[in-house]
């Protein structure tokens, strides 16, 4: 069964650098990696995205090793505002089918 | 509108009793997605529209779910006879274009079913 894991939890001091990592053992070959954030009572909002390598834009770092088979979203010097789940979302294969698939999330706590 | 809207955020319904949840995407965004998040859980991936057409109606738990989007905007989710394990929230989200993963989703604020 394709599956996309990623820790349940992770607590974190304002001002440090956080590391979230994504398993997904059967990505899609032609699928790119989304990383989105959740506030409770909203809806996820997108964060970053790649393919391969290394991504960075001005919230967020993503690590993709060659396999591709997980990635590592890096959150520098977290605020308590950063606090929040967050999800990676890929495209995996199951079986010949492919399915978009949400990873089950990370609560993410920032503390002073 | 400038985002994803949804309606109603909130509905409160009875056993057995069908519902109707509505979204509107981000003008001229071509693709629509549909999920559902239960209390505390993840996003279960329900259905995905290109235009009018749903090539992926994978998600959709059982026949008791359909979706439907006319003029490739608004789309309709409805549950007939619902259950009580259909209470989660019901997320909508929009994209330009098409079913490669590589469009950012503009996510909704949701729809919270309670089915009593």
């Known amino acids: 069964l394709a599956k996309t894991t990623q820790p349940i939890s992770m607590d974190s001091y304002e001002g440090q650098e956080v590391n979230i990592t994504c398993s997904h053992n059967n990505i899609a070959t032609n699928d790119y990696i989304t990383w989105y954030q959740q506030f409770p009572s909203q809806g996820p909002r997108f964060i970053i995205q790649g393919y391969k390598t290394k991504v960075t834009n001005e919230v967020a770092s993503l690590f993709i090793p060659a396999d591709r088979k997980s990635s590592t979203l890096s959150l520098p010097r977290v605020s308590l505002s950063d606090t929040a789940v967050y999800y990676c979302l890929v495209g995996v294969l199951s079986g010949s089918a492919r399915q978009l698939t949400f990873g089950s999330g990370t609560q993410l706590t920032v503390l002073p | 509108g400038a985002g994803v809207s949804q309606s109603p955020s909130n509905k409160v319904t009875e056993k057995g009793k069908d519902v109707e949840l509505r979204c509107d995407p981000i003008?001229?965004?071509?693709?629509l997605y549909w999920y559902r998040q239960s209390l505390g859980q993840g996003l279960e991936f329900l259905i995905y529209f290109q235009g009018n057409s749903a090539p992926d109606k994978s998600g959709l738990p059982s026949d008791r779910f359909s979706a439907e989007r006319t003029g490739g905007s608004v789309s309709t989710l409805t549950i007939q006879r619902t259950q009580q394990e259909d209470s989660a929230v019901y997320l909508c989200?929009?994209?330009?274009?098409?079913?490669?993963?590589?469009?950012?989703?503009?996510f909704g604020p949701g729809t919270r079913l309670t089915v009593l």
């Open positions: 003008s001229g965004h071509t693709a």
């Open positions: 989200a929009s994209s330009l274009g098409w079913w490669g993963n590589t469009d950012t989703q503009y």
